[in-house]
């Protein structure tokens, strides 16, 4: 099954919105992709790694965490 059409039936996208999901994604892969190799050119591969690596450790526990309710509109409309 592809992942585009579960993550937009699970949080209720448009298919226009869940096209933007995906392009803002590989956008910001490519963008990330030559900074982070000319990072790892001046610092060395191994701590651009593990800096990598800690960023994607202390994103998990958000993926286990309860949903949160929508922010409330505050602009006073």
Known sequence: MPILAVI?????LTASTAG???TAT??????STPL???LGDMR?????L???LLVT???LPARSAPPQPAPLNTTGN
């Open 8 to 12: 937009r039936d699970e949080l209720s």
């Open 26 to 31: 590989l956008l910001s892969a490519a963008v």
């Open 50 to 52: 593990i800096g990598i």
């Open 44 to 48: 060395g591969k191994r701590p651009v």
């Open 36 to 38: 982070l190799g000319r």
């Open 20 to 22: 933007w999901l995906t």
């Open 57 to 59: 450790a202390n994103s």
